[in-house]
């Protein structure tokens, strides 16, 4: 026997050799935005040593694959096998691993504390965090800050609902507790600059969450922290709203109460003409604190209970809010989708379906916005990609007044490369910022290219990326028809600022829209 051979056990047998992983794998760099909320194995709490723990995340994801893939299904015995098969149960082992390779673990912080000058200070948004706030002798702690990377190896029968699953959670979930309401929301580059489509509500109701036929309000653009504190302050004013500051509550259920306890305070008697508990619809359990002598003090809890047997008695159980608040990046190409939007519903409710593709088909005509200064890159690069398939035929170039050079520059660099490429007259814009001008001048281009010189429609593609978002609304608005094309140009690359590099390049991805508009009286 070789010096230093170990002596297995009699009767060991060696184990069989790991199987190797197949299917598609995810690798994710994925950023804490906002504080988060417990997150540990105690509910509440930090976990400074394991702050992003699989079991978690797979119980996210799990909870989003219901909301999106599990919309196929209305019977919730079929969702159930359907996710067993995905995510495992008691029975089979989950077919979808995941492993957090590494980590920056975010920086603990009191939610509240005394300041220098003695005066007690709470982390903002006080609306979101209260909970870590309200025992000042031991306030809770937060996490702020924090990255990690996750890896995911998925069958790839399962790739594009494990995808879908991914794209919900960064985009409406978070890591922790309370991401209903902004914490622990989470920033994936990967998953940033896309839109994953979803199946069209069909109007029946699920046993379970689903995000097809919900409702989006968008605000304004903006920072993480001023978005996810606007979001707060919203539905504060909303739920707390009162006649005046030291007024009382607009809200039914402190006089509901009230009647229902049979006391009252003298100047606090019942007056509401609604009774019962509307703000039950947007989470339970609520706290009804009541601080007047005579009310009924001082607090009152309204929650469901279950009466599941004899045995176990009643049983607290608790309702998620169906109302998320957070901040969203919805970032298409360094330009935001939601501003281009936003003119464009001003006067109508649109219910907008999105969906994307990378690889665009060459089209013979384009009419493309063109940016001043390094911006106008984006629209040489849209004109150069359709032109090296030998497709691009004729180029319609709008702009501004102030962008004559530079619609002069695009054609002095594409002209001796592509002499077959015709560059008509280059078109202005008086006022960049008007939605109207922009959608008939691009109406007129389309109709002229299409009827005067004979462009089928399937080759004729507009181009939004230049110039402002109203400019870029407006073309959106002209090509309505779902069978007209439509593209933007996404950069190779990020500047720090978050705006694209021009240096970098970029390449075209064609954007599908299915709409239906409610005029709103």
């Not at 096998?81 to 995941?98: H, M």
């Not at 609306?127 to 000042?136: H, I, K, S, T, V």
């Not at 040489?380 to 709008?398: G, K, P, R």
Request: charged share 25%; proline share 8%.
């Amino acid at each position: 026997m070789a010096s230093g051979a170990r002596i297995l056990p009699e009767g060991f047998e060696t184990p069989p050799a790991q199987p190797a992983r197949s299917g598609v794998r995810f690798d994710l760099d994925i950023a804490v935005m906002t504080a988060i909320y417990g997150g540990g194995a105690e509910p509440g709490r930090n976990d400074p040593f394991d702050p992003f723990r699989v079991p978690s995340i797979r119980g996210q994801l799990r909870f989003w694959w219901r909301a999106t893939a599990g919309y196929a299904y209305r019977d919730a015995t079929k969702l159930y096998e359907a996710e067993a098969n995905v995510w495992g149960d008691t029975r089979i082992p989950s077919s979808v691993k995941l492993r957090v390779l590494s980590f920056k673990a975010p920086v603990q912080r009191k939610a509240a504390s005394t300041g220098a000058d003695g005066r007690w200070t709470n982390a903002e948004p006080k609306y979101a965090l209260f909970p870590l706030q309200e025992n000042r002798k031991e306030p809770g702690d937060i996490g702020v800050g924090g990255s990690f990377r996750l890896e995911i190896f998925a069958p790839k029968n399962c790739e594009e609902q494990v995808s879908t699953a991914l794209w919900a959670w960064f985009s409406f979930g978070g890591i922790g507790g309370r991401t209903r309401r902004g914490c622990g929301s989470l920033y994936c580059k990967d998953y940033s600059y896309r839109l994953n489509p979803l199946p069209a509500s069909d109007g029946a109701a699920r046993a379970w969450p689903v995000l097809p036929g919900s409702t989006a309000l968008v605000g304004d653009p903006t920072d993480w922290n001023s978005c996810w504190r606007q979001c707060m302050e919203t539905l504060q004013a909303f739920r707390q709203a009162r006649a005046h500051p030291r007024g009382r509550s607009k809200w039914p259920e402190p006089d509901t109460i009230r009647r229902e306890r049979s006391t009252h305070a003298p100047q606090h008697s019942p007056v509401h003409p609604e009774h019962g508990f509307p703000r039950g619809a947007l989470g339970l359990p609520i706290i009804f604190h009541f601080k007047t002598p005579g009310d009924p003090f001082p607090d009152n809890t309204l929650n469901l209970v279950s009466h599941a047997n004899e045995t176990e008695g009643s049983q607290e159980l608790r309702m998620a809010s169906p109302v998320i608040l957070l901040a969203l990046v919805v970032v298409l190409g360094g330009y935001r989708l939601i501003d281009r939007l936003r003119s464009a519903v001003a006067a109508n409710r649109q219910m907008v379906t999105l969906s994307l593709k990378d690889k665009v088909p060459p089209a013979s005509a384009l009419i493309a916005f063109v940016s001043l200064g390094p911006g106008r890159t984006s629209c040489l690069q849209a004109a150069t990609y359709h032109s090296e398939a030998a497709a691009l035929q004729h180029l319609w170039l709008i702009t501004t007044r102030e962008g004559e050079g530079d619609a002069r520059w695009i054609g002095e660099q594409l002209s001796p490369r592509f002499p077959g490429v015709k560059i008509h007259q280059t078109q202005f814009l008086d006022d960049k910022d008007s939605l109207e001008e922009s959608k008939a001048l691009v109406e007129h281009l389309r109709k002229r290219a299409m009827t005067e010189i004979d462009i089928p429609e399937e080759q004729l593609i507009c181009d939004f990326t230049g110039l402002t978002k109203n400019a870029s609304a407006g073309m959106i608005l002209a090509c309505a028809p779902r069978t007209a094309r439509l593209q933007y140009m996404v950069p190779n690359r990020l500047d720090s600022g978050g705006r694209a590099d021009p240096l970098a390049g970029s390449h075209p991805r064609e954007v599908f829209i299915q709409y239906s508009v409610f005029r709103e009286d």
